[in-house]
């Protein structure tokens, strides 16, 4: 076994073993997953944008074999990738007032 690469704050081995004991269990990454969707959430002055980077993300990480828009939003139950799109391309990030 080589020895572990540290590059910023991130510890790169070949060792599984080592890898595994950095994992972190469904039930804390699920919770730390819906904190960090709810603060993107609240950039957006709507909530559809901030439901839909949610349904992104999660397509992002899923096994769908093409990873593109129309596929994503096809996983996620929307009828065309035209919401997908928008959000990467057109979608105002800000301060919701009072967020």
């Known amino acids: 076994m080589g ?9 790169k ?10 994992s972190v269990e469904p039930a804390r ?3 730390a997953f819906e904190f960090l ?5 609240a ?6 944008p901030g439901r839909r980077v949610r349904d992104l993300v999660l397509g992002l990480l899923s096994d769908l074999p093409p990873k593109n828009c129309w596929s994503i939003a096809e996983w996620a139950g929307e009828a065309s990738p035209d919401g ?3 959000l990467l391309g057109r979608a105002r990030v800000g301060c919701r007032p009072g967020a």
């Open 3 to 11: 020895a572990a690469i540290i590059d910023h704050r991130c510890v």
């Open 13 to 22: 081995t070949e060792d599984q073993a080592v890898a595994a004991g950095h």
């Open 84 to 86: 997908m799109q928008h």
């Open 43 to 48: 950039r957006f002055t709507r909530v559809e």
């Open 29 to 31: 990454w699920q919770e």
């Open 37 to 41: 969707m709810g603060r993107m959430a």
